[in-house]
């Protein structure tokens, strides 16, 4: 009789793996939260705290779009369990070093080589844990591993209140450390290892432009994810900003905005993952949460003189709205084979992260020839269309047996 008990969603490969992604996203999220008191104590003006910290956060993410096919490609060729170890040391050694930075150079060269250490995380995560588990648990534990992961933010959020910011990263690069004790418990991939003896090209970064389908799906799978970073990339990072804008009744403060948004994203994740499940569908929950985003992006940015309360409960919504980022990574995973699925679940989260250096370009561009509010607008109904267009080119994967090749 077939085991049809919830029990493999808390084994140890899922609990590491939420884990990993808890401290992953403490350490992504905590520049954004301490972007204005960390600048201003490294002598940035008033005035230039917004272009500098975007600049900031364009570098990191163009570690993590780096990083993705780095951490990806090597997931493949050498197992996941190799990027799950390699990159946590990495983005914790960083991340303690950037508690001692003296100048914005400094800063900015260890958020790059943070962000290319970040970047290995999420995808060998949830590849172990797609692999690990059976197809009617896959949804369960990709989701229970997001939820766990998007609580970092709250976490960091509640640190930077309790103590300054540099301790912050200090903290976090700590939590990274100890995290690799907990991983020498945790076993490679059966499928991976199954593949590894066979004579089969694994981490070809190249097959995915070699043939037109998979190249297809692959933007598709990048692309679907461009509204999640557009909130926050712009959204929520420049709360503060958008508040004044609008009127807001009171100071707006980037950690909790970040926080509450953070908390949205959590409810999505599992309001996503459950329903995915119930419908037994991936594309019409991703397609119904880009829906709610829109409306919640209209209400965010054209709701004046609102109350500090009400504000933070418009970034929960967003956040709420954005919420498919597990449902997201899933898809990528389950899109191709055992050969190539490190190479690309690893690798579309920091690509569509990296999205965030064209995507504050342009708020930058258009807030240059409207203002924050208009500038915001624009760029997000650009992402908006993007995804769904994107959403043509992938296919479900609800049903999809994952123990499969990508043939050249």
Known sequence: MPDKSFKPLFSI???????????????????????????????VTEE?????????????????????????????????LSVLFGS?????????ANGFVVNTTQYAALRFIAGIGLAGELGAGITLVSESLPTRLRGYGTTLVA??????????????????????????????????????????????????????????FLMLFS????????????????????????????????????????????????????????AGDISSGLLSQYMKSRKKVVLIFIGITLVFVILYLFTPEVSIIQFYVECFLLGFGAGYWALFVTIAAEQFGTNLRSTVATSVPNFIRGTVVPITLLFQYFRGYTSVIYGALWVGLLTIVIALLAFTAIDETFHHDLNFIEKD
């Open 211 to 266: 043939n037109t389908t998979r190249l297809k799906k692959f933007l598709g799978c990048i692309f679907i994810g461009t509204p999640i970073w557009y909130v926050i990339g712009v959204l929520i990072f420049a709360s503060p900003e958008i508040a004044q804008a609008l009127n807001v009744v009171g100071e707006i403060k980037s950690g909790d905005a970040v926080m509450w948004s953070y908390i949205g994203l959590a």
């Open 13 to 43: 490969p899922v609990i590491v793996a939420a884990l990993g992604y808890f401290v992953d996203i403490y350490d992504l999220l905590l520049f954004s939260i301490v972007r204005k008191p960390s600048l201003s104590s490294l002598g």
């Open 147 to 204: 939820t766990v992961g998007l609580f970092g933010a709250v976490v960091a959020n509640f640190v930077v209140k309790l103590s300054d910011w540099r301790t912050a990263f200090f903290i976090g690069g700590g939590l990274g450390l100890l995290l690799l004790l907990a991983r020498v418990s945790v076993f490679e991939s059966g499928i991976f290892l199954k593949i590894k003896e066979q004579h089969v090209a694994r981490g070809n």
């Open 88 to 96: 946590i040391l990495l983005y914790s050694l960083s991340n303690l």
């Open 48 to 80: 230039n705290l917004l272009s500098q910290g975007e600049f900031l956060l364009q570098v990191q993410m163009a570690g993590l779009l780096i990083g993705g096919i780095i951490w990806g490609i090597m997931g493949d060729k050498k197992g996941r």
